[in-house]
């Protein structure tokens, strides 16, 4: 007994993974800019951890007219190195276009 298979049946298996891989993705962005990546450095230890904030997750909506919105994003940040464990807080703020418009840091400083 032998098992023959298809091509029409490996075909639509193809199409039936390729309608599940985009189904499950969620990119709603281009991967190069899914992320706003961003240094800093522990004002207690001077370690330097990297930080990303998700474009289409991680930012809140702030309205600050009827024609203004902004979206918000926060972050704390702990080194993973075991040496401290002092938090850094960073606050941004981005356009609707998400272009950062303003960034504050409390326990580092950013890392050009």
């Not at 007994?1 to 891989?21: E, G, Q, Y």
């Not at 985009?22 to 899914?34: C, I, M, V």
């Not at 850094?88 to 840091?105: D, G, N, P």
Request: aromatic share 8%; hydrophobic share 30%; with cysteine.
């Amino acid at each position: 007994m032998s098992l023959v298979i298809s091509p029409r049946s490996s075909t639509r298996k193809a199409k039936d993974m390729d309608f599940i891989k985009r189904l499950f993705s969620g990119a709603n962005t281009l991967p190069e800019k899914r992320y706003h990546t961003f240094q800093v450095k522990c004002k207690r230890c001077g370690e330097v951890i990297d930080g990303r904030i998700d474009l289409d997750n991680d930012l809140s909506a702030e309205f600050e007219s009827e024609s203004r919105t902004v979206y918000f994003g926060r972050k704390v940040l702990i080194s993973d190195g075991g040496k401290c464990f002092q938090q850094i807080e960073v606050q941004m703020k981005f356009s609707s276009t998400r272009e950062l418009l303003e960034q504050e840091i409390k326990g580092g400083t950013f890392v050009e």
